[in-house]
């Protein structure tokens, strides 16, 4: 059994493996950009962008390998799919393993899109369907009107809103998105300002909703790090809140059934 070695020995140790540590809040946002990249890639591999053998940054599509060299992900992404395992949990893990992942995933983004995670459909749509026709990568959203197919869209397309979603990356507030009213190049000027929403990635493809992906954002990792920490926190809070209501039920049904039992003859 090794001797234990104290803190002091350590942090000696520490100090002359990395004389020049990185500063705290550049570890904040590599963890941050860590754990978005492994989203791009969880969410690449189920829609079917990427396949099990490619998580090497020189076997990526140009779709992919954009979207991470733009966002600064490449040198943090996992390269294996253990180091990707590590990053999601046990549910997102056997969803990988799933022989039907890219249904999985459609099904997944229909469900996001009718619950407006990512905003308002686009045009007049008022929700979106899966056509019965195509499976895995070809198949299309149908975007639905009063029952009606008003257009449509490749399922494929919205990958990296998936992943930036899953990954608990910010959206646009409300605020953000008044603030990008003026039209024309004055818009989108001030859209890559203030977002860093990507113009490429806006044009480059068709998708359902308003909101595109965010772009090359400065600070994005650190944003999804207190994102996250918000989000753990709203959660704490309802299941607190969860409780206090159970606590509250479980008294008024001891109370009443005392009275039961108190009224009843002996």
Request: hydrophobic fraction near 40%; aromatic fraction near 2%.
């Amino acid at each position: 059994m090794a001797a234990e070695v104290s803190l002091p020995a350590l942090r000696q140790d520490a100090c002359r493996r990395v004389p020049d540590p990185p500063a705290i809040d550049q570890v904040i946002e590599d963890a941050g950009r860590q754990r978005l990249a492994a989203y791009y890639l969880y969410s690449a591999l189920l829609a079917g962008l990427l396949d099990d053998d490619d998580l090497a940054p020189a076997r990526w599509p140009a779709t992919l390998a954009e979207p991470m060299g733009r966002l600064g992900l490449s040198r943090l992404a996992p390269r294996t799919r253990r180091g990707l395992d590590a990053q999601l949990a046990p549910a997102e893990q056997r969803t990988l393993q799933s022989q039907n992942r890219q249904s999985e995933f459609a099904h997944l983004l229909v469900d996001l899109i009718n619950r407006r995670a990512f905003g308002s459909l686009c045009g007049d749509a008022d929700s979106v369907r899966l056509s019965a026709q195509g499976e895995g990568r070809g198949q299309d959203l149908e975007l639905m009107k009063d029952g009606r197919v008003i257009g449509s869209c490749k399922v494929i397309d919205h990958w990296e809103l998936v992943a930036q979603h899953l990954a608990g990356a910010p959206v646009l507030t409300e605020e953000a998105q008044a603030k990008t009213a003026p039209t024309g190049t004055q818009r989108v000027e001030r859209q890559l300002k203030e977002t860093g929403i990507s113009h490429a990635v806006s044009l480059s493809a068709d998708i359902a909703v308003n909101i595109h992906p965010l772009g090359a954002a400065v600070g994005l990792g650190t944003r999804l790090v207190r994102a996250r920490i918000r989000g753990g926190r709203e959660a704490a809070g309802s299941l607190h809140d969860l409780g206090q209501d159970l606590a509250a039920l479980r008294a008024q049904a001891d109370r009443e059934l005392a009275e039961l039992h108190g009224g009843s003859p002996s």
